[in-house]
């Protein structure tokens, strides 16, 4: 009985390092498996982070072309409106120097 019992204790301890065995190489691949979804989810984010970020600055260059152009227009504009305004007063002014320049010097 003695020795039946040393033998099943032996069988039983060899049972149980397999189970450890088994436990720990389940717990390694446990392990792996999730710091390659961890590895995965950051190579993840920082692309959708630099997707975003190259959205964000391709909006921003849209809308300071568009400001841009909106300026552009404005000054456009306004030059115009000035040209047109000082236009008129400027065939006054240089019929002024005329007569004033014939009167003081006579024709040739």
Request: charge should be negative; include cysteine.
């Amino acid at each position: 009985m003695t020795e039946n019992l040393a033998q099943e204790i032996r069988e039983q301890e060899s049972l149980a390092k397999a189970i450890i065995a088994e436990a720990k190489a389940e717990a390694a691949k446990i392990i792996a498996s999730a710091q390659a979804d961890a590895e995965q989810s950051i190579k993840d984010t920082r692309q959708q982070c630099h997707r975003q970020w190259r959205e964000s600055v391709a909006n921003a260059e849209k809308e300071a072309e568009l400001k841009a152009r909106e300026i552009l227009e404005k000054g456009q504009k306004e030059a115009q409106e000035c040209y047109e305004d000082r236009k008129a007063s400027t065939a006054e002014v240089a019929d002024w120097l005329v007569k004033e320049v014939m009167t003081t010097y006579g024709s040739c």
